[in-house]
């Protein structure tokens, strides 16, 4: 469903939560008549650098704090992403017949492009940017956002609109989908996250299966036929109404796969089928480590065919194609020690797929905020592959509970010293690996903050 922007004109808008996805929202607002406040909890020092973007703008500021009468006074109610939808005040609003919604499923209303959607607890950025690089390569007109990088809410502020929208969509953005319908549906994988935000693993699972709410009969949902949790909500009459992709690295599957359509990667190469002829990719020479990078390029060959990538674009990508930062980024060789930065391993299965990318020698450093995950999953790879485990920030003390025992583990006070100690505890073809399993916001702003911390302080090791 597409709304027209002609409806907002004189509509009272709340906005709750400032930051960049508040102002890209309110400038779109303001720009189609809306009578717009925004809310936050903030103060005016906090959102200093955020006020001066909206400087000038016929807008309400309530800061330093929510004001149960602002919430009632609206006529919609629109959450940032990082902002919990289930707060009493929201309930409260609701029960007098204010619509409380999410910026994505707002905004995405307004989008008359295709949107390919990419969700999964690991892999989404990854296998996003792939989408983009592979359809511009072919020379597609895309934009990407969503999750990682720019709101939804400002591509609607572009005047040239993309061919083909690409967004990442994290389960926060999705707990208030009513009408979001994506032309493709992406799902790379499902394990425990955010428990944090979610009072149970099932809170988290429906919010993420939001994403098959409308699918219909043109809608391709593309799906990792190796995760079981994934398989499982396959079965859901929502995903059965359009069509479905596999992708798997298992080639006991390959006959089934290839005989409905999807992607199998084994001995080096993707094989593909998405209409009647296979096709094949080379990934000898793919420069991505780990074998869940096989995982993203098949979700994202898939999803790229569909919109015109050409085969030859994809293969030179697939070539050369580096990565994203804080992903298993290869930092620097020292003295025969290899580093990687995977900062974004932010929960348990990111640091197990970041695991199966070696075989032993690893020097794992992990921790930060702590959100009641439980680590035992990663106790028997800990055992095989880690030599020495450093664990440091406010999550230390239960990672140590968990899987302090399956190898040399040290407890460290900072993050500077805890990557000293890692460097100082490695020989000569070993690898130091930051991937914490945590959060970082314990002390850091963000992961990309923790990670280009951890790569400035190894490339100042002699």
């Known amino acids: 469903m597409h709304l027209d922007v002609s409806e907002l004109r004189g509509k009272r ?54 004001q149960p009468k602002t919430f009632l006074n609206q006529d919609v109610i629109i959450l940032s992403p990082g902002v919990p939808s289930h707060l009493k005040l929201f309930d409260y609003a609701k029960s ?21 959607a990419i969700t999964g607890t690991n892999g989404k950025t990854t296998t996003a940017h792939l989408i983009d690089v592979f359809l511009k390569e072919s020379g597609v007109r895309t934009w990407i956002g969503g999750n990682y990088g720019a709101p939804i809410s400002e591509y609607l502020l572009q005047p040239e609109k993309a061919e083909i929208v ?37 809170e988290y699972v429906n919010a993420k299966r939001k994403i098959f709410l409308n699918t219909n009969q043109a809608t391709t949902s593309i799906l990792n036929a190796d995760d079981n949790a994934v398989v499982e909500l396959a079965r859901d009459p929502a ?64 999803a790229a065919r569909e919109h015109g990538a050409k085969h030859e674009a994809i293969q030179r990508v697939i070539d050369t194609y580096g990565g994203m930062p804080h992903r298993l980024e290869y930092v620097r060789r020292v003295g025969g020690v290899e580093f990687y930065n995977d900062s974004k391993a932010t929960n348990v299965h990111a640091v197990l797929r970041a695991l199966d990318s070696y075989d032993e020698n690893v020097i794992l450093i992990m921790g930060g905020k702590d959100t009641n ?43 500077e010293e805890a990557v000293l ?12 690996l930051l991937s914490p399993g945590a959060s970082s916001f314990d002390i850091f702003d963000s992961y990309e903050e923790r990670g280009n911390y951890f790569k400035e302080i190894v490339n100042n090791f002699k």
């Open 13 to 66: 808008i709340l906005i709750v939560g400032m930051a960049r996805t508040g102002v890209a929202l309110a400038k779109f607002l303001t720009q189609h008549g809306a009578a717009v406040t925004i809310s936050d909890h903030k103060s005016k020092a906090e959102l200093s650098t955020f006020l001066e973007l909206i400087q000038g703008m016929d807008l309400t500021l309530e800061l330093g704090g929510h």
């Open 96 to 116: 007098r017949g204010v619509k409380v919604t999410g910026e994505f499923e707002f905004c995405s209303q307004f989008v008359k492009e295709p949107i390919i």
């Open 166 to 202: 690409i967004a990442e969509v994290s389960s926060f953005m999705l707990e208030h989908a009513e009408t979001f319908n994506p032309k493709n549906v992406v799902f790379t994988n499902l394990a425990e996250n955010h428990l944090d935000r979610y009072r149970s693993m099932e």
């Open 239 to 302: 995903v059965q109404r359009g069509r479905i992709f596999y992708f798997s690295r298992k080639s006991s599957l390959e006959p089934q796969i290839m005989n409905i359509g999807g992607a199998v990667s084994t001995d080096g190469q993707i094989r593909v089928r998405t209409g009647p002829e296979i096709e094949y990719y080379d990934v000898k020479n793919m420069k991505m480590r780990g074998q869940h990078s096989e995982e993203n390029v098949m979700a994202a060959i898939l």
């Open 373 to 415: 995950l439980n680590y035992v999953p990663l106790k028997d790879k800990i055992r095989r592959k880690v030599k020495t485990l450093i664990l440091v920030g406010e999550a230390k003390e239960r990672i140590n509970r968990d899987i302090g025992d399956y190898s040399e583990t040290f407890l460290i006070g900072t993050f």
């Open 421 to 432: 100690i890692a460097y100082q505890k490695s020989r000569i073809n070993d690898y130091v």
